[in-house]
């Protein structure tokens, strides 16, 4: 399956922002799909995941609350709702994809990533 991110951009602080993730591919609906991040010098990590159906959610401690994943299989396509964005948020986010939910924040487990979109989030 192939994965493009898309929505980043330049906000404010206390903007809301929602990132898309759009697949190609028929299986799509199978897929978990987990978002990633990763800002200047410090190591990627885990902020949301969604499992086949779009019932199972999960998300990072540190975003919770301010984040929304969703999915339209219809669309091979998840999107991430960001709200009350900070400009610790500022990062370029992954989206990416695996078979299984086990071990969903680990983004050593999902075989397929998109290109990467970039958050920017001013003070």
């Known amino acids: 399956v192939q994965l493009q991110a898309s929505g980043g951009g330049l906000v404010q602080a206390g903007d809301s922002l929602r990132l898309s993730c759009a697949a190609s591919g028929r299986t799509f609906s199978s897929y978990v799909v987990g978002w990633f991040r990763q800002a200047p010098g410090k190591e990627r990590e885990f902020v949301a995941a969604?499992?086949?159906?779009?019932?199972?959610?999960y998300y990072a401690d540190a975003m919770k609350g301010r984040l929304t994943i969703s999915r339209d299989n219809a669309k091979n396509t998840v999107y991430l709702q960001m709200n009350s964005l900070k400009p610790e948020d500022t990062a370029i986010y992954y989206c990416?994809?695996?078979?299984?939910?086990?071990?969903?924040?680990?983004?050593?487990?999902?075989?397929?990533w998109g290109q990467g979109t970039q958050v920017t989030v001013s003070s």
């Open positions: 969604i499992g086949w159906a779009g019932v199972s959610t």
């Open positions: 990416a994809a695996k078979s299984r939910i086990r071990d969903y924040e680990l983004g050593s487990e999902y075989a397929y």
